[in-house]
């Protein structure tokens, strides 16, 4: 009998030990740096607070772990563009998934990414001080009987326009770099 107690302790103590081996085990830790591809564009002129994203990892890959894996998200801040305002975007990372159907809650911020503008500052800024140019020049003749309006009225027109600010977009298929802000622990099992 106790043969038979210590042959199934050694076995199960042998399956335990092949379990173990077969599981992968990868930590990501803080500042850890990861490239992906944006899966859509957002852009700072539509884009809104709670707006979902994804983005798939890209290579070179931090653990072979993340190959085929994508992170999802959402937009925490987002500041439209206007006169004399600067256009901002904040991301939150929240979850990565890995190819083998496994997901990890992530935090992790955007350290670097490809922009581009989604409007054109200098058509804008011409329109604007040719505008200026001819309501000055109008304003000059009939209520200061001058002809000097035009100038004022264009350089007023440019100054405006050029104090226009741009809003901008991560466009679909751009190169963003995400920073891992804590630690993450992966558990994969291995293929067998």
């Known amino acids: 009998m106790n043969a038979k107690i210590l042959g199934a302790a050694m076995l199960a103590a042998t399956m335990a030990t092949t379990t173990l081996a077969s599981a992968q085990t990868t930590t990501l830790y803080s500042g850890t740096k990861i490239t992906a591809k944006m899966d859509a564009t957002i852009d700072t002129g539509t884009a809104s607070v709670g707006q979902h994203f994804t983005m798939h990892v890209t290579p070179p890959y ?53 922009q581009s503008k989604s409007e054109n500052n200098l058509g804008h800024t011409a329109l604007t001080a040719l505008g200026g140019m001819i309501a000055g020049n109008m304003i000059g003749k009939t209520i200061f009987h001058t002809g000097g309006g035009g100038a004022v ?8 326009g050029l104090n226009a600010k741009t809003n901008f977009n991560l466009p679909a298929g751009s190169k963003v770099t995400v920073q891992l802000t804590h630690t993450v622990t992966i558990r994969r099992q291995a293929h067998r």
Do not use: F, N
């Not at 991301?91 to 490809?114: E, K």
């Not at 009225?153 to 405006?160: M, P, R, S, V």
């Open 62 to 114: 931090p653990s072979s772990t993340l190959q085929g894996a994508y992170i999802s998200g959402h937009i925490v801040k987002v500041v439209h563009a206007k006169q004399g305002v600067k256009p901002q975007l904040q991301l939150s990372m929240d979850r990565m998934y890995l190819s083998d159907g496994s997901s990890y809650q992530i935090d992790g911020q955007l350290v670097d990414s490809q």
């Open 153 to 160: 009225g264009l350089a007023a027109g440019a100054l405006y």
